[in-house]
């Protein structure tokens, strides 16, 4: 997995690699840290075809539901099934084992216009 | 409530943002909702000890030759059955037997009562019972000047002997006590809202920082209004506002216990023609049996393919390892061992009635 400054982000706080076909999705670590012990991982199909900004999948919280958006266009080839059986991942891990999807990206130039890190963190406050 | 008034803040709220709490606006305050997480939380109340921000609820002080035959008049459970340093849970009712507000009512000496009320409820209570005043009675709202906390766990009444034990034994299981500082009166109720042994401490909100950093450093874990929620939610306890409303008697709440139906007050003949009807639905806990989201309010409960009511609280129980509601179900419907379903985005999830408190304490070992 990489390193969480190469990765890009989306003001809805999702984060994605960029550089490569298949890219991985997951939520930044400011995500998890706000939404706090996710309890239920509701992922997409394998198969679905999805546009930037929709909502694909669910991460629940002790606190509420809140929607994940694909940062890009895109097939979903597959998802993290051992993040969906141990949801705490996505808070212990955020950039590594609790990643939640990956995505077949039809335009890469969607993720170049995304935020870096440092863009990121400065969004973020 | 007006949701576009400003927010107000808790005499604590520096304390929270100093120790990096998250805030959330709840009931027209700022109130932190978790600290070190929910779930740690939680259990640490279920394990030991925690403290919670209570300043946003409302203190009612109701004084005069009249007060006990006023406030029965306007409250479901009986004063009557009071002694000076006792208390009761009861609610108000509107004319229709609905549910205005469910508080805590204690009588500090004859004729003088010390009302605690929910905080998204001190306006509407405050102008209900004042429209309907008598002579010999003076009901005040005191809750500006009064900072909460309520500390809870099985090692609160330890903690309160450290704390405060030398001004003012620790009173009985729902009753109230009360001692003076320089700064002011503090109030300790010993009730909560966890299923937890514990006391609610009502104090000066100029002294609040202070007695929050020495319970703090006595042993108690902060704890927000999220681990409040999961731990009432846990009991069956019934938050206003989710599970009560002025559409619900006490009654369909399964809250008969606190309503005494042999003395009049404002709501008792609906009361009492609903109890002649039969009820209408009943409140039910139910616990999700299929792996699935946890449930949530608002989510509709299904028998088959129909639409039966609807989750009214919802949501994981850190001490039980699922999640678990409350709902209002028609009478046939409303029996432990039924089984249901929720709708969550689109799909049904096996849900089944079971019996309230969801979670019971282990038997302590000696």
Known sequence: MPNSSELRFARSHEWITPGSAIATVGISEHAQAELGDVVYLELPDVGRVVKAEEAVAVVESVKAASDIYSPVDGEIVEVNTAATNETSLVNTAPYEGGWLFKIKVSNPAQIEAMMTEAAYLEFVG | ?366
């Open chain 2, 1 to 366: 409530m007006n949701d576009s008034a400003p927010l107000q803040y808790s005499p604590l709220n520096d304390v929270h943002l100093q120790v990096g709490a998250k805030m959330v606006p709840f009931a027209g305050f700022s109130m932190p909702v978790q600290y070190a997480g929910i779930a740690e939380e939680h259990l640490a109340v279920r394990a030991s000890v925690g403290v919670f921000d209570i300043s946003h609820m409302g203190q009612f002080f109701v004084s005069g030759p009249n007060a006990q035959t006023w406030l029965n008049g306007l409250l479901t459970n009986n004063l009557a059955k009071l002694t000076p340093g006792q208390g009761q849970y009861t609610l108000l009712l509107n004319e229709r037997g609905g549910v205005i507000d469910d508080l805590i009512a204690y009588q500090l000496a004859p004729n003088e009562y010390f009302l605690v009320v929910n905080a998204s409820m001190i306006l509407e209570d405050f102008v209900w019972m004042s429209a309907r005043l008598t002579d010999g009675v003076t009901l005040e709202n005191r809750s500006a000047p009064f900072a909460g906390m309520a500390v809870q766990g099985p090692e609160a009444a330890a903690l309160y002997e450290k704390l405060c034990g030398a001004q003012l034994a620790l009173p009985a299981r729902n009753g109230i006590g009360t001692f003076s500082t320089p700064a002011g009166e503090v109030i300790i109720c010993r009730t909560g809202y966890t299923g937890e042994d514990g006391f609610e401490f009502f104090c000066p909100a100029a002294t609040a920082g202070s007695w929050w950093h020495q319970i703090v450093a006595l042993g108690a874990k902060p704890a927000g209004l999220g681990a409040r929620d999961t731990l009432r939610l846990e009991m069956g306890y019934p938050l206003n506002g989710n599970d009560l409303s002025p559409d619900r008697t006490p009654l369909e709440a399964g809250l008969g216990f606190f309503v005494d139906l042999t003395k009049p007050f404002v709501g008792s003949e609906a009361l009492l023609a609903q109890k002649a009807n039969g009820l209408p639905s009943k409140l039910c806990g139910v616990k999700l049996i299929d792996k699935g989201p946890p449930l949530r309010s608002h989510y509709p409960v299904l028998s088959g393919d129909s639409v039966v009511g609807e989750l009214c609280s919802g949501g994981v129980a850190p001490s039980l390892q699922g999640s678990i509601g409350m709902a209002y179900l028609p009478p046939n419907l409303a029996t432990v061992g039924t089984q249901l379903s929720a709708e969550v985005r689109g799909k049904h999830y096996l849900i089944e009635v079971v019996k309230k408190p969801f979670y019971k304490k282990p038997p302590t070992a000696l």
